[in-house]
């Protein structure tokens, strides 16, 4: 178990660095943490798309490739534009690619809706939305994951039951054993210090 | 005021304060500029907080990664406790680690595999059910799997440790011959899997290992589907795996049967052919297109002398669609054993006909304007157009059945034929009453035609082919065996022709002839043999009616032969200038062939041909062999060792039709390779059959002895160029000489059927041996 609480400690890595660490080629830990970060976007946009789940893992490994590739070539200038407008311009050509042989009765993405996945793609504004969504989950995720790390727990948790949970402040007061200001200042704390991430990351 | 507290912030932020407050509230904020950059967070963090209830809910689904997955060697450990002793980690991945361990109660080395959880990945469930199939299932070719375990959550599959190379590396220092062996034992591997209805999923070089022996160790059954993932992105190359997709495999929705192994199968037999991927391409996209679309170069065109056959079975289980493919392994397994008992394959690849379809079809299309332009006549449409049909008509799954009757299983059906024969015979020889001798014959061939018919509309077709030709070759014996029994048309009230066979057979030793027939009871039956074999040979389509139906007009056309009296026909001044005109016609047609007046090519060379053979014949009978001149032999023997002498002749001149390498001349070649094999080995027949012949002793158990050797060489000489001409004359030397031992041997009236079975016997024996040794000989070719 010492080794799992090890791994928690793991350092605050933002889209710039990583992008600096991929320059060096041999470095496989690096290749690893960026599919870790970015592969969830790619594969819950595919999912979204009506893409099941193994190809949609194929797209993002494909878009991962893709995206190196350019990458390592210089193709990619941050100075042009987001990392996420790239990676979105990749992903979405891999996943047209992958669908282009299909019949287009196969394509029903969302059985709810009745959302085929041809009027989704006609909708450049709408799929774009859905890529952005996805990508502030991850960013999100990823800065909630880094701020748990950081704070108290019991801050922490204050900030979970009352903002997130919705529970009246006098109840989470008592259980943690803490003044009502108390807990706003830790809700107040833990959006400040996300937010600074999210900024960070980004 | 007193700066307030976050929670009056909160409360303004949010709209919650009252209106007499509210105006208090922002006089201060209006003075305190600490106070109002706290509202100015707040209103931002309040924002984040909207955001974070929309997306907190993906929280879950990917908080997980670093979870779950054991790294090290110390973690396995604990993990397993103490019934395997971990040794090393052997692979890694973000989804599943391999350790080498010890078990540490049964003292032999396992890999363990440790499986990643995930919630949301249903693969992992299904993985973990296969699993426990695997271990259920016991088969040398497969690393079989121990144990399927599970601890604090944590699920592990303990499988054989197998020490051997990945099939393609171990693929380099074998033969074909061994690659195939090997290659077999994955077949059988999968097939056994599929029986069970186990699906591998991920067939590759890398999850097959050959052990030193070599021996084929097929690993990961249904468990392969997460290595999957993992292997891409460990790699950072998007390798190995996806270049041995199914097309079903990447296009959607993926449905996966037992034919998506077998499409990688096939992608392993090609890679076991030429060396090579058939679908090269290393970009995902281009190589996800190509499996979708693309036919691959055909192995033959990367590798030389690769047998067709291989290249064909290749082909079928590289088929796009899976219903067109081999439906199993065990199909293509099968398939692969076929070629290697040397009988015919009749996989196609669909695309190699629809190819030739294709073509014929605009062939076609030109006929009609050649013929509207009156460049071609009607006629000469006819002919191409019948021809183009018979091309095309395969597609018949009942035809192409029929076709795969291989000579081999031919001569097994003939064997078995002759057997019974034989027993019918020995059974004819004891007790009936003459009136219903010819009964069981009657009755014989009428049920074997009726068998086969009714086989052939169930469209069973190798039984019908079976069947009917049994009865097709009782059908004259039958005939002959009804009128001369029954003395109807029979010697001497009715005859043709200046001579009969019933005087010769009159003639012959005591209990030799059982049976008084006409030249016309001959003729009516070799003519009724002839008819039901065309009958046959139209309604079937096999190629066996089109040998009896040879045999059959042979045989008429003795008959003939007899009744014409042409035996008495021996001009005296034949002599060895006659050969000049033949020989002289034959070249003038050889050169017309070569200079493309293949019109006149023809007929000129068949009427030298015909010359030619007349002339030696005659020569042969007349003793004017000079070669034989020197020696002291009888009469008899210079004339039938002048046709040996001409049957080797015959055979050189075939060699040199072959190597002229022209349509013609090949066809020529095949005529000539009957005639040389019949002229060699019935004189020396003839020259050993007669007990009063004034040839001495000696010479006699010289021929003796000459003619199974040389039957032999003729069975074996077949082997090279599979000529069936030198096997079935091969075959026919061979039963002369064993009906000749047996004759010898047993000295009474039982000699012919004891004979004909043991000739039947043999026949199948040799006939199941020989094809081995061909595909074996083919294979060697290669190497």
Avoid at chain 2, 204 to 233: C, M, W
Avoid at chain 2, 489 to 507: K, N
Avoid at chain 2, 725 to 752: E, P
Wanted: hydrophobic share 45%; glycine share 6%.
């Amino acid at each position: 178990m010492d080794s799992r609480k090890e791994r928690n400690k793991m350092e605050w890595v933002t889209t710039t660095q990583v992008l600096d660490d991929l320059k060096n080629p041999d470095d496989t830990v690096v290749w690893h943490r960026f599919c870790d970060y970015f592969n969830p976007v790619v594969i819950n946009f595919a999912r979204k798309l009506g893409i099941p789940a193994a190809d949609a893992e194929d797209a993002a490994q494909e878009t991962m490739m893709v995206f190196l590739r350019a990458f390592r070539d210089g193709k990619y200038q941050p100075a042009k534009g987001r990392l996420s407008s790239w990676l979105f311009g990749v992903a979405r050509r891999v996943i047209l690619n992958m669908r282009g042989n299909q019949p287009l009765e196969l394509l029903i993405a969302d059985k709810t809706t009745g959302t085929s996945f041809w009027d989704l793609i006609q909708d450049d504004h709408n799929i774009k939305s859905e890529w952005e969504a996805e990508w502030r989950r991850m960013v999100i995720n990823r800065s909630l994951k880094q701020v748990r790390r950081e704070m108290d727990g019991k801050v922490f948790r204050a900030f979970e039951l009352y903002a997130l949970g919705d529970e009246p402040v006098e109840q989470v007061g008592a259980e943690l054993g803490m003044s009502r200001n108390a807990v706003y200042i830790a809700k107040s704390r833990v959006l400040s210090r996300l937010r600074e991430l999210k900024g960070e990351f980004e | 005021m007193d700066c307030p507290d976050f929670e009056s912030i909160e409360k303004y932020i949010l709209g919650h304060f009252k209106a007499e407050s509210l105006a208090e509230f922002e006089e201060h904020l209006g003075g305190c500029p600490a106070c109002s950059a706290k509202v100015g967070e707040g209103k931002a963090n309040e924002e984040l907080l909207v955001e974070l209830r929309t997306y907190e809910k993906g929280h879950a689904e990917f908080s997980g990664e670093g979870e779950g997955k054991i790294e090290t060697t110390d973690l396995a450990q604990s993990v397993l406790g103490e019934k395997y002793r971990v040794i090393r980690k052997v692979g890694e991945g973000s989804s599943g680690q391999v350790f080498q361990a010890v078990d540490t109660v049964l003292e032999r080395l396992v890999a363990i595999k440790f499986l990643r959880r995930k919630s949301s990945d249903q693969a992992c469930d299904e993985i973990w059910r296969e699993a426990r199939l695997m271990s259920q299932l016991n088969h040398p070719n497969i690393a079989q799997i121990f144990e399927v375990g599970e601890f604090d959550s944590q699920r592990f599959i303990v499988m054989e440790w197998v020490d051997g190379q990945p099939l393609t590396e171990a693929w380099k220092e074998l033969q074909l011959q061994q690659r195939l062996r090997v290659y077999l034992g994955v077949l059988d591997a999968v097939a056994a899997a599929h029986r069970r209805g186990i699906i591998h999923r991920d067939i590759k070089p890398s999850n097959i290992l050959v052990t030193s022996e070599p021996k084929a160790k097929v690993l990961d059954f249904g468990i392969a589907v997460e290595a999957r993932s993992l292997e891409s992105i460990e790699r950072g190359l998007y390798r190995g795996t996806p270049g041995y997709s199914a097309p079903e495999q990447v296009t959607l929705p993926v449905k996966v049967s037992a034919a998506t192994d077998v499409f990688a199968l096939g992608i392993l037999l090609y890679q076991l052919l030429t060396d090579a991927l058939p679908f090269p391409q290393t970009n995902a996209k281009e190589l996800f297109e190509a499996i979708r679309s693309d036919y691959p170069e055909l192995p033959s065109a990367l590798q030389e002398k690769i047998p067709i056959p291989l290249q064909n079975i290749c082909l079928k289980a590289l088929e796009k669609e899976p219903s067109k493919r081999y439906a199993d392994a065990q199909s293509l397994g099968e398939d692969i054993q076929r070629f290697l008992r040397g009988e015919k394959v009749w996989s196609r690849p669909s695309f190699l006909t629809d190819k030739i379809q294709q073509e014929v079809f605009y062939h076609r299309q030109k006929l009609k304007v050649w013929h509207d332009n009156e460049l071609i006549t009607q006629k000469e449409i006819d002919r191409l157009e019948n021809i183009y049909e018979r091309m095309i008509s395969p597609a018949d799954p009942s035809i192409i059945e029929s076709r795969k009757l291989s000579l081999s299983q031919v001569c097994l059906y003939l064997g078995g034929w002759i057997v019974v024969l034989g027993s019918f015979v020995l059974l004819y020889k004891w007790e009936m009453r003459p009136y219903w001798q010819p009964m069981p014959a009657l009755f014989a061939t009428a049920l074997m035609a009726l068998f086969g018919l009714t086989m052939w509309r169930r469209q069973e077709s190798r039984l019908a082919v079976g069947f009917l030709s049994t009865a097709n070759l009782l059908i004259p014996i039958a005939i002959l065996l009804t009128l001369g029994q029954w003395g109807w048309l029979s010697y001497p009230e009715y005859e043709w022709g200046t001579e009969s066979i019933a005087q010769a057979l009159a003639d012959a030793p005591e209990g030799e002839s059982y049976l008084v027939v006409g030249n016309v009871q001959l003729f009516i039956s070799s003519a009724c043999w002839l008819a039901f074999s065309l009958f046959f040979l139209r309604k079937i389509r096999s190629s066996i009616f089109v040998i009896f139906s040879v045999i059959a007009f042979l045989a008429w056309l003795s008959v003939c032969y007899i009744i014409a009296g042409m035996e008495d026909w021996k001009p005296e001044s034949v002599s060895l200038m006659y050969l000049i005109p033949g020989a002289g016609l034959f070249v003038l047609g050889v050169v017309s062939d070569r200079r493309r007046y293949v019109q006149y090519a023809l007929p000129l060379c068949v009427v030298g041909l015909i010359l030619i053979v007349v002339c030696l014949s005659v020569l042969a009978l007349k003793e004017k062999m000079l070669i034989l001149e020197w020696s002291s032999l009888e009469e008899a023997e210079r004339v039938m060792l002048g046709f040996v002498v001409n049957g080797i002749i015959y055979l050189c001149l075939a060699g040199v039709c072959r190597r002229l390498g022209t349509r013609l001349q090949r066809t020529l070649a095949q005529a000539l390779n009957w005639l040389g094999p019949i002229h060699i080995l019935a004189p020396l027949r003839i020259l050993d059959s007669n007990d009063e012949s004034p040839i001495s002793e000696n010479h006699q158990v010289v021929y003796r002895i000459l003619l199974p050797i040389a039957s032999v060489v003729f069975v074996f000489g077949s082997v090279a160029r599979q000529m069936k001409s030198f096997f079935f004359s091969g075959l026919g030397g061979i039963a002369a000489s064993v009906h000749k031992i047996t004759k010898t041997v047993f000295q009474d009236h039982f000699s012919w059927p004891v004979s004909l079975i043991l000739t039947g016997i043999i026949w199948m024996f040799v006939s199941w041996l020989v094809p081995r040794w061909k595909a074996s000989a083919i294979l060697k070719r290669k190497d």
